[in-house]
C-alpha cells in the first residue's frame, strides 16, 4: 500500500488454514511488511480494519467456488489432505463440438495424403507456482478433477494420456520436471495417426506462473476449435478447478 506521503510499501499476507471447513473468523490472516521495509502505521490498518476486508474477500471466494465448481473441485483440507470428487461422482458434460471439426462428424477422417497444417501459440497465467501447475498435466486425479470426467493419464516419459470421453489422447514424449512438457495430442476426428506436438513451458514469474503453450501440425481445419478447446478445456477448467485464477483484490 502507499502512505499518505504516497511512500509505498511492500509486504505479504498469508492464510496458512484457508480451508472450506474453517469459518472465516476463524482464519489465521498473518500480515508482515517485507524484509528492510520501514515501520508504517498501515500495518495497524491492514490488520484490523484490512483483516476485515479480507475475510470478506475470502468467505465470497469460498462460497463461490462451493457454488459454481463443486463438481471436481479440489480445496485444502484443514489437515492438509486435498478433497478430491471422482470422476463417478462427477460425470462431464463435455461439449464435444468445442474440439469437433468444422465438417460436423466425430467420426475419424482416413486420408493417405499430406494434410495442410498450422502452429497455434497461446499464453496465460496462473496463480500458483511451475510445480504445482506441472504436476496438474500428469496426475491423474487432477486431470480427472479439471477435466470432472474419467481419464487416463501415464505422467511418465513414454506414457499414454486419454481424457475427455476419450476425445482427447495422446503420449507424453519429453518431461523436464517443472519446466515442460511435450505431447504427442491429438482430437479423435483427426486424420487417422495425425497428432499434433505440444509444448506447454512454465515459467515463474514470483507470485504466479505463467503456461505457454505452442501447438505444432494443427490441421488447418481446426485451427479455431483447437485454440478454443485449450482455452477452455484446460486453462478455464483449470483456474476453477484449483483456484488458479482467482485474484481477492
Known amino acids: 500500500?502507499?502512505?499518505?506521503?504516497?511512500?509505498?510499501?511492500?509486504g505479504s499476507i498469508e492464510?496458512?488454514?484457508?480451508?472450506?471447513?474453517?469459518?472465516?473468523?476463524?482464519?489465521?490472516?498473518?500480515?508482515?511488511?517485507?524484509?528492510?521495509?520501514?515501520d508504517t502505521p498501515l500495518v495497524h490498518l491492514m490488520k484490523t480494519r484490512g483483516a476485515e476486508k479480507i475475510r470478506e474477500a475470502l468467505g465470497s471466494y469460498i462460497e463461490l467456488l462451493k457454488t459454481e465448481f463443486t463438481q471436481g473441485m479440489i480445496l485444502p483440507t484443514s489437515n492438509g489432505v486435498a478433497k478430491l470428487e471422482t470422476a463417478s461422482q462427477s460425470k462431464a458434460k463435455f461439449d464435444k463440438t468445442q474440439f469437433q471439426s468444422s465438417s460436423g462428424t466425430a467420426a475419424p477422417i482416413h486420408t493417405g495424403v499430406k494434410i495442410p497444417t498450422c502452429k497455434i501459440s497461446l499464453k496465460d497465467t496462473f496463480l500458483t507456482s511451475p510445480a504445482d501447475l506441472y504436476r496438474v498435466?500428469?496426475?491423474?486425479?487432477?486431470?480427472?478433477?479439471?477435466?470432472?470426467?474419467?481419464?487416463?493419464?501415464?505422467?511418465e516419459k513414454g506414457g499414454k494420456f486419454r481424457l475427455l470421453e476419450g476425445n482427447v489422447f495422446g503420449e507424453f514424449t519429453e518431461l523436464v520436471p517443472d519446466e515442460k512438457i511435450v505431447m504427442k495430442w491429438r482430437f479423435n476426428?483427426?486424420?487417422?495417426?495425425?497428432?499434433?506436438?505440444?509444448?506447454?513451458?512454465?515459467?515463474?514469474?514470483?507470485?504466479?506462473?505463467?503456461?505457454?503453450?505452442?501447438?505444432?501440425?494443427v490441421p488447418n481445419s481446426e485451427e479455431d476449435q483447437t485454440k478454443d478447446g485449450w482455452k477452455r478445456y484446460y486453462f478455464e477448467a483449470i483456474k476453477q478447478t484449483f483456484g488458479y485464477g482467482a485474484r481477492l483484490f
Not at 492464510?15 to 520501514?38: A, C, F, H, Q
Not at 486425479?141 to 505422467?155: D, I, K, L, N
Not at 487417422?192 to 512454465?202: G, Q
Request: proline share 4%.
Open 1 to 10: 500500500g502507499k502512505s499518505k506521503a504516497g511512500i509505498k510499501y511492500n
Open 15 to 38: 492464510v496458512p488454514n484457508l480451508s472450506d471447513e474453517n469459518d472465516t473468523e476463524d482464519l489465521d490472516i498473518s500480515i508482515m511488511l517485507n524484509k528492510d521495509e520501514p
Open 137 to 155: 498435466f500428469l496426475n491423474q486425479e487432477m486431470v480427472q478433477a479439471f477435466t470432472r470426467s474419467a481419464a487416463t493419464v501415464e505422467g
Open 189 to 217: 476426428n483427426w486424420p487417422c495417426e495425425h497428432y499434433a506436438t505440444i509444448t506447454l513451458t512454465f515459467l515463474d514469474r514470483s507470485t504466479e506462473t505463467e503456461l505457454k503453450v505452442e501447438c505444432r501440425g
